[in-house]
Antibody, heavy 116, light 110 residues
């Protein structure tokens, strides 16, 4: 069964950094673009970033450009490096696999809390 | 990158049908049939219901259907059941690797 698992969530002070990891436990995502999606408490889903299957292309939502970096290794892990964190970045962060422009497999989510 | 427009809430009785709309622009929803829909129950990860505007993945109930016309996509749920009570989100291609979600719709089954 293909699964994704996020690691690295926690509490961090405003202005500091945190790195999330998304591990593909089934080794099934090497040919797929991968995405990070977040959800602030009580709010809607928000697309954050994406990386192509080969790692050569990336895209970001406007409010995280220049602060967040998505990457992937040639194995089974996708990362989200989050720098200069803000209180408004507090959210559950999900990683997800893209197939045919849809997100068909999701992780369980990792909570990131940014304190002031 | 404004969110796609969805009604904040819809409601229906068991057995009825409801439709949730998702309106964007010619740069996202209207560009291709790359719109998908997700169901999210509280505290859970979203689950894919519809891909490519009207394709239902294996394992998804045929009570869920999708369509698209111009810059507006729609999700219809027929034969409402109490377990359908959840939040629903649309998601669209917006150029390159950029994507965008709708603001979400809370479905209440009365």
């Amino acid at each position: 069964q293909v699964r994704l698992m996020e690691f690295g969530g926690g509490v961090v002070q405003s202005g500091r950094s945190l790195r999330l990891s998304c591990e593909d436990t089934g080794f099934a995502f090497r040919d797929n673009a991968m995405h990070w999606v977040r959800q602030s408490p009580g709010k809607a889903l928000e697309w954050v970033a994406a990386i192509s299957y080969d790692g050569d292309n990336e895209a970001y939502m406007d409010s995280v450009k220049g602060r967040f970096t998505i990457s992937r290794d040639r194995g089974k892990t996708t990362y989200l490096q989050m720098d200069s964190l803000r209180v408004e970045d507090t959210a559950v962060y999900f990683c997800a696999r893209e197939v045919n422009f849809a997100l068909d497999v999701w992780g369980q989510g990792a909570l990131v809390t940014v304190s002031s | 990158q404004s969110a796609l427009t969805q009604p904040a809430s819809v409601s229906g009785s068991p057995g009825q049908s409801i439709t949730i709309s998702c309106t964007g622009t010619s740069s996202d929803v209207g560009s291709y049939n790359f719109v998908s829909w997700y169901q999210q129950h509280p505290g859970k990860a979203p689950q894919l219901l519809i891909s490519e505007a009207n394709q239902r993945p294996s394992g998804v109930s045929n009570r869920f259907s999708g369509s698209k016309s111009g810059n507006t996509a729609s999700l219809t749920i027929s034969g409402l059941q109490t377990e359908d009570e959840a939040h629903y989100y649309c998601f669209s291609y917006a150029g390159g690797l950029t994507r965008i979600f709708g603001g979400g719709t809370k479905l209440t089954v009365l």
